[in-house]
């Protein structure tokens, strides 16, 4: 256990929908990261909050957005689905203290199916 | 910008063997570099990383990685596989300043055969 908690587990809706998926990251950290795995695009990072602040943005649809919040915790908005947004998105976290090559610790992940 | 390529997307070895899982990667700057692991319906777990110092690194489930910098490679390996080695095998890069965002490789998917 990580101790990075993602709800929900799984995700199933149809195209056009918008959907939001939430991460807790470990006690104490205050960067979080949210990546896509998808079958034809591989791992891919999507976008970094640090302290409630975006902090690095990747390869992210404008369909797509995130915020965290003051609790640390984060949200991912996903809208006007496309069946090529079906993937496992996964959140990760970090202390963000910018020490030298901090472990990014990942949570399980959202399963998303868009139909 | 920096790239990773995992050549093997699978791996089937039998069990009580050694195994080395390849990752190349290619960076303009200096980098740390990271294996994950997936089991199964789960998250990435961190088994082992390199950041500067001794080129050898040892992780955990007796897992070790060469850092080879004249090569730009990453060779996972581990002397004798189990059953419960069974997963999938990721190599990531991240630069070592600025950007914290990891770039991963396409994966590797070790079968172990009884």
């Known amino acids: 256990d990580s101790g990075v908690t993602q709800t929900p587990k799984h995700l199933i809706t149809a195209t056009g929908q918008r959907v939001t998926l939430r991460c807790s990251p470990r006690s104490g950290d205050l960067s979080v990261y949210w990546y896509q795995q998808s079958l034809d695009q591989g791992l891919q990072f999507l976008i970094q909050?640090?302290?409630?602040?975006?902090?690095a943005k990747g390869n992210i649809l404008e369909r797509f957005s995130a915020q965290q919040f003051p609790d640390l915790h984060s949200e991912l908005n996903l809208s006007s689905l496309e069946l090529g947004d079906s993937a496992l998105y996964f959140c990760?976290?970090?202390?963000?203290?910018?020490?030298?090559?901090?472990?990014?610790?990942f949570g399980p992940g959202t399963r998303l199916l868009v139909l | 910008a920096q790239s990773v390529t995992q050549l093997d997307s699978q791996v089937p070895v039998f069990e009580e063997a050694p195994v080395e899982l390849r990752c190349n990667y290619s960076?303009?700057?200096?980098?740390?570099l990271f294996w994950y692991v997936q089991y199964p319906n789960q998250g990435l777990q961190l088994l082992l990383k390199y950041l500067s110092g001794s080129t050898l690194v040892k992780g955990i489930n007796g897992f070790e990685a060469e850092f080879n910098k004249s090569q730009t490679s990453f060779h996972l390996r581990k002397p004798s596989v189990h059953i419960s080695d069974t997963a999938e095998y990721f190599c990531a890069v991240r630069s070592n300043f600025g950007n914290e965002k990891l770039t991963f490789g396409t994966g590797t998917r070790l079968t172990i055969i009884p």
């Open positions: 990760a976290s970090s202390g963000g203290s910018l020490a030298v090559g901090e472990t990014q610790y």
């Open positions: 909050y640090y302290n409630g602040e975006e902090r």
């Open positions: 960076s303009s700057v200096s980098v740390y």
